[in-house]
């Protein structure tokens, strides 16, 4: 998952959704698309482990 | 007159005080500059639990005993014997010990003066080649750290504790350089280098505290130069004590330690996550909205088509009728009842005129031979005549006429 992109995608979710000019059809879709999408969010900072490389100069 | 009589004779103080009189009065002997070797240094503490060092400057086994007051200049090293040094002080008596000394006022390794010029020097140079000046953006949600220090060292792992705490999606690759020794500026250069190369969207370098020495190699020109040529920005995280080392000039960000190396370019996981919450309840307010904004709409609607079905205009047409009916009927009953009321006075009327009414008031009509008599002039002695009373009716005689 690109963390950065994604959290940007429910950003922009939240900014369609809260403008509120979407069709009744159309903001149940994306509702339940962000709902989902936060989870795997929050489930992928809760998974997220540092990962460590190493290199000689 | 005896010789005692004739010769002064001073007492020990006296003496004393002469000879440091003229020492300490003596414009050579004071705030002299002297160069030479430690030959012992002792470090102790004044009653004013200041530092004090008590040392013997010595140059071909002539030695001259010194003492320094720290806190009277600073003192930017720590003295040790075979050091050779450059003091600034004046020639004092202690009496007590019968020795002579010189109190300083500063002490500084000898040439570090000349090396500290071109030290600054060089980095004015760089100052005016613009080396300064770099100070690029960073990513706000990097995804690969190239972390150029030791390998063996503390400020690795500070790094990895504070990344795992606040952004622990991130990648870090360690660079290993040696950041101490002969060849540490040329190993942290190809450090810098290495980490071009290693998808890393920035560098943090730098080591633990140490002393001016171990520290020396972030004060090389070659490496400034590498570090401003970076692609990618950089965060200095050298530990020091004294004067910022030229890497710091250079870097587009200086931390003081390595933790807050990582916590300069990495975001907060507690605020992304608080962030995910107020979105989540953003997203779901705005949800509800919407659906309930929808069954308002749904609702006008509905009432618009049921007011606009004929079913519905038949029915209101109905209850119009039914209300214009009434209204004539109650406007009908009303203009009855006034005419029935005149009505009941009209015949009153009649009544009241009637003649027999008249009669039962007490009135009589006269007639004699069919006819009405209204004058007694009518009438003569003998005539009969019929009486109608209110009640029945007799017939009389005339006996008596009266004309008037």
Redesign the interface.
Known sequence: MN??TE?NR??E??NR??G?S?P?EE??KL?EE??KL?VE??E??KN?????????? | MSENEKVHINSVKEVTDLIQCTLEDSPLLRNITVRGELSSVTKSKTQYKTDCYYFTLTENNVNLPGVMFTGVDRMNFDPKKGDMVVCVGSATIYAPHEKYQLKCVSMKRDGEGDEATAFEELREKLRKEGLFSQRRPFP??P?KIAV?TS?TGLVQEDI?GA??RRY???????????VQGGNAEA??C??IR?AQT?GADLIIFGRGGGSETDLKCFNSEALAREIFASKIPTVSAVGHRLNHPLCEDVADKTAGTPTEAAELVTPD?AN??A??GR??Q???S??A???S??ERALEVAERDVRLASPKERLTRGESELERLTMVIKTAMTAKLDRAGAELRAEMQRIVDTNPTTVLSRGYSIVSAGGKIITSAEELSEGDEIGIRLGKGSVTARITLVNGD
């Open positions: 963390f950065e959290l429910l950003r979710m939240a959704m809260s509120g979407l009744l903001s149940l509702y962000s709902k936060a969010l929050k992928y900072i997220a482990k540092l990962v460590i490389e190493k290199e000689e100069a | 706000k949600f995804k150029v390998g990895y990344l795992q622990p999606m991130v990648k870090v690759c360690l660079i290993h350089a040696n190993s942290l190809a450090g290495k290693v996981i992304i996550i962030d995910i979105m989540e953003e997203l779901r705005a949800a909205r919407k659906i904004d929808c």
